[in-house]
């Protein structure tokens, strides 16, 4: 039965990992859409939010099944509920792509406001973290996980940025503000992704750690 | 055994109520130290985030017990993963509401931009949508927590109409650029509550229905 318990163990992580993979895949084609100009992509990625919201319910199918076929002790407990709050937030993820994706369909018709150096910039770090917050929680990396944490930071700076530049253009020049503001809008949902992979990354922290570094316990400043 | 599983998840429940009462306050307060330019209110809603942190951490431990010592049907099991997420939506309120507090302190320096109507509207459509969300998860009220999905629209259509009105008083006066923006910051803050209150309201459409209704099967048009 433990073998058992393993195997299903398994195939969650990978099942999960395969979510991240493509909710961080819709936010990098998301931003493709963008710096392309590429109205198609665009289009696609919000198809294809289907998909993932289709893999969020047979993870959430599959978590209910592992513990209703086992008596799991607290630490493997906390692992399964970590894994059901982070399909959560990879679904979240999934969303702020799609947003992205419909800033790049609304802006489609405007002249582009400035060149994108800092939102790719914003968006790679992101995807990142997305990445690395889900290895750490497959290879128990606690450090990794905190690295993650780190990031939010940097990501947090950038927008702060893009902000302040942005809106100087909008001061400057009438015709610019609505696709400014859309640029805005997607330097928050960058921000977002972010935010979701800090929640994964300190899940991840909780579970592999056994002790709640989720407030308090962790240095962040 | 059963009785003792009923008594333990009567025990959660109201746990997961207090959590979020705490959180819908610290968003009301927030918005009454806004309101009133009352720093020292906003002072004290962070300086009470530790609380909610501290209750979010004894309600996941609760959850861990509930499901070491008893094996669960899925529909219970659906019921206390569902717990799980809805805590952490909660925390995350409560992480918005130190987000608008903060804002309050750094626009106290300013005169007020305009007078506040919209902002206390919405902040009341939102906090009304936490509770209400929390209520359906208790009492099984599929019907209450489809009204909130429905309300996360007006929600919607109120940040823009914030933000349109915002840009316009940013364009006409580069002095009130400042406090604006901390008021859109604000805006989102708020936008983000509701959606939380969506997440939970989504995951208790789940439970009581014991089908997914989280994507597609729901009309949110």
Not at 5 to 12: A, Q, S, W
Not at 51 to 57: P, V
């Amino acid at each position: 039965l433990e073998r058992h318990f393993e195997g299903h163990l398994e195939k969650l992580k990978m099942r999960l990992l395969r979510m991240g993979g493509l909710a961080e895949q819709a936010v990098h084609l998301s931003m493709k859409a963008l710096v392309e100009a590429d109205g198609t992509l665009a289009e696609r990625v919000v198809q294809e939010e289907d998909a993932i919201n289709q893999m969020q319910m047979e993870i959430d199918e599959s978590v209910v099944r592992v513990l209703a076929l086992h008596q799991l002790m607290a630490v493997d407990l906390r692992f399964v509920l970590a894994v059901s709050r982070i399909n959560a937030d990879l679904e979240r993820i999934g969303d702020q792509a799609v947003n992205i994706a419909e800033s790049v369909l609304r802006i489609a018709k405007y002249p582009q406001v400035k060149p994108y150096i800092d939102l790719p910039r914003m968006s790679q770090i992101a995807e990142d973290m997305v990445r690395d917050s889900l290895n750490a929680l497959v290879s128990g990396d606690q450090e990794l996980a905190r690295s993650v944490l780190q990031r939010d930071d940097t990501v947090d700076a950038l927008r702060d940025q893009i902000l302040r530049e942005l809106l100087t253009y909008m001061m400057g020049n009438a015709t610019v503000v609505i696709p400014s503001f859309q640029l805005i809008s997607i330097a928050q949902n960058l921000e977002r992704v972010a935010d979701h992979a800090t929640n994964i990354a300190e899940d991840v922290i909780y579970v592999v750690a056994g002790q709640d570094v989720r407030h308090g316990a962790l240095d962040r400043s």
